[in-house]
């Protein structure tokens, strides 16, 4: 038992060591992904698949680490995960939420019905759901592949599950569109997951924010924007604030919470 603890420290040293010297090697720290597996009612092939297909075009770029759910851990052989996958590299979700700031990319390979209703219903108790609420309110990318979830993917009917309600089907649906609301980046096809994460490792995404995107705050009632350093904001988009009396607040480089690295000095350069 013990020596088996000591050969997985070392695998995780070298893991390490591995990263670390690429590193150097490339002059380039890669992208690091948390991918978050739910079990799901339909089997993860579909999921685990798409991200064999990931590691093995951004490999070079992108630091896949596995991060499974209790009930993964339960019902399915993690080295048949590993396997169909491409990937031997696990954390779990104690050590995720220690890592949670290195974090880059926050994804989920298959979207579990379980998991979109914990999210909906911001239900933090679950250790997985706490860090991903963590993540869209800290304003990290999070994407997920929504065929676990969606009652019209060709999934559903492969596996004879397609027989449900209108109303059942509907339902489902209406609770995938209000998670995109969340931030979470839904993606339907397997092109787009691809498409996704390249254009993410090859041009920094930057948050826009429109005329269009000022007149759904004003018509949700809200009066109040605030905004990530770097964000591009329109001058029509300005005008539209004007008007509609919204305030945006842009965050500075450095800045956390609304208050710069600065506020602490100023106190004490007035007493000077």
Known sequence: MFSGRQSVLAELILRELFYRNMDRRENQKPKRMLALLFWQMN????????????????????????????????????????????????????????????????YIPFLSFSAVSDLLRFNDAQKATRLLLWALMRGKQ???????????????????????????????????????????????????????????????????????????????GLRYIEVKAGTVITPLARDVAQEFQIKINEKRAGEINGYGNRSRQGNGDKKR
């Open 43 to 106: 089997g993860m092939d579909e999921g685990l698949d798409r991200l064999k297909e990931l590691k093995e075009r951004c490999g070079r770029d992108i630091r896949i680490q596995l991060c499974p759910d209790d009930p993964v851990l339960d019902q399915c052989d993690t080295a048949k995960i590993a396997s169909q996958s491409g990937i031997d590299d696990w954390i779990s979700l104690d050590h995720a939420e220690k890592e949670k700031e290195k974090v880059d990319y926050f």
């Open 142 to 220: 999070v994407s997920a592949y929504t065929a676990g979830a969606d009652p019209y993917h060709g999934g559903w009917k492969a596996a004879g599950l397609d027989n449900g309600t209108p109303f059942l089907k509907h339902e489902m649906q209406r609770q995938l569109q209000k998670l995109g609301g969340f931030g979470i980046r839904l993606l339907k096809h397997p092109s787009e997951i691809l498409a996704y994460f390249l254009h993410s490792i090859r041009h920094e995404e930057k948050q826009i924010i429109t005329a269009e995107t000022i007149k759904k705050q004003a018509e949700a």
